[in-house]
């Protein structure tokens, strides 16, 4: 489904990502694990063509499509979802109508109210969220889990083909992580050819959600992958190791 290849990225003449690849096939569920700085928030708005970053080299394919170059609204309009690790807020523009006109639009076509409002309050009912808030403006005066809330309630009615978590438990008490990432794992079932991509610091979410494979980026490439396993050994061993191995490589490569 993605497809990344020998991506450099630079941000104010600073390299960010440096020869990353991955290669995500559908229904697979993979986790991107680091330290602070490491690239991995910078790769998730890469992928969605962010202007603020410079794609030196490298290709993004999307179901077999070259998309580095496609803006923003038409990546997402094919199936690319990104949960943001600190969301937004829209004052004027309520969730409600946001996403009825993000669903009118990816549609072409006028969709029934009745359906949507059904979908909706369905939604709303599983993350366990205020009624009222739908038609309040977009996280205006919510708190970090209800921001976190929002974003999963969009991507239940955007129905995405591959889903990106950025650092979606950040903020979250143990019963909202709990709520979100069981909504996470039921759109799974219920859409069982999407794939999911969860950046994180932490192997917690990674209870909830399971991966099938696990990778440790460290200086802006993926220096180990594994299965979940490999999430526990970060979680005992921490990302040192990581970091010591990277900086004799670069060292080593300095000198040639």
């Known amino acids: 489904m993605l497809d990344i290849k020998n991506l450099h990225v630079k941000i104010d003449n600073k390299n960010i990502l440096e020869n990353f690849n991955i290669h995500i096939s559908k229904g697979e569920v993979h986790a991107i694990m680091g ?18 970053y410079t794609v030196e080299k490298g290709d993004i394919t999307f ?9 923003t609204d038409k990546i997402a309009n094919k199936g690319i979802f990104l949960a943001n690790q600190l969301p937004c807020e829209i004052d004027g523009v309520t969730t409600a109508d946001f996403l009825r006109t993000v669903v009118t639009n990816k549609e072409d076509k006028n969709i029934s109210l009745y359906e949507f409002i059904k979908k909706v309050e369905n939604a709303q009912t599983d993350l366990k969220m205020k009624p009222d808030m739908i038609h309040r403006s977009i996280n ?17 009615i955007l129905e995405p083909k591959l889903i990106i978590l950025d650092e979606i438990d950040s903020g979250l008490d143990v019963d909202s992580l709990k709520v979100v ?3 996470v794992v039921s759109y799974l079932r219920e859409h ?4 999911v991509l969860i950046i994180t610091h932490y192997p917690r979410i990674l209870e909830y959600i399971k991966p099938d494979f696990v990778h440790v980026m460290i200086g802006g490439n993926i220096k180990e992958s594994g299965t979940y396993d490999l999430a526990l050994k970060v ?9 010591t191995s990277a ?7 300095q000198n040639e």
């Open 35 to 52: 330290p602070n700085g490491t690239g991995k928030s910078t790769l998730s708005r890469v992928i969605l063509n962010d202007k603020r």
């Open 63 to 71: 179901n077999g499509e070259n998309i580095r170059n496609l803006s």
């Open 140 to 156: 205006k005066g919510f708190s970090g889990g209800e921001k976190k809330k929002n974003e999963i309630l969009q991507m239940k």
């Open 181 to 183: 990432s069981e909504n």
């Open 192 to 195: 069982n050819d999407a794939s």
């Open 235 to 243: 979680e005992k061993e921490g990302y040192d190791s990581y970091k």
């Open 247 to 253: 900086s004799i490589v670069s060292d080593k490569e």
